[in-house]
């Protein structure tokens, strides 16, 4: 089974900076998208960025410019560099990624990490 272990949230302030880590682990063949979701209280669940074998990356036009999202393929570990972070940047992130096993492909979600940006 493939586990997601988020770190790296935590409380800031306005115009500060975050870094989140997710690292996957379990039996794999391989991993196609990595990706993070954030959840405001009451709100959907919307992705932020996403990163795919090869390096494309897509970003939310809320946090472009601000976020960058990469990944260590060796480590299979992805991550979320956000910067001038708002109070709308606010949630609970979710990393996601889609893998293959055993012929099969596979959507894992990691447990949560919360963000808050306050003063």
């Known amino acids: 089974q493939v586990q997601l272990v988020e770190s790296g949230g935590g409380l800031v302030q306005p115009g500060g900076s975050l870094r989140l880590s997710c690292a996957a682990s379990g039996s794999m063949d391989s991993i196609y998208t990595m990706a993070w979701y954030r959840q405001a209280p009451g709100e959907q669940r919307d992705l932020v960025a996403s990163i795919t074998s090869s390096g494309t990356t897509n970003y939310a036009d809320s946090v472009k410019g601000r976020f960058t999202i990469s990944r260590d393929n060796a480590k299979n570990t992805v991550y979320l560099q956000m910067s001038s972070l708002e109070p709308e940047d606010t949630a609970v992130y979710y990393c996601?990624?889609?893998?293959?096993?055993?012929?099969?492909?596979?959507?894992?979600w990691g447990q949560g990490t919360q963000v808050t940006v306050s003063s």
């Open positions: 996601n990624i889609r893998y293959r096993r055993y012929f099969l492909n596979y959507n894992t």
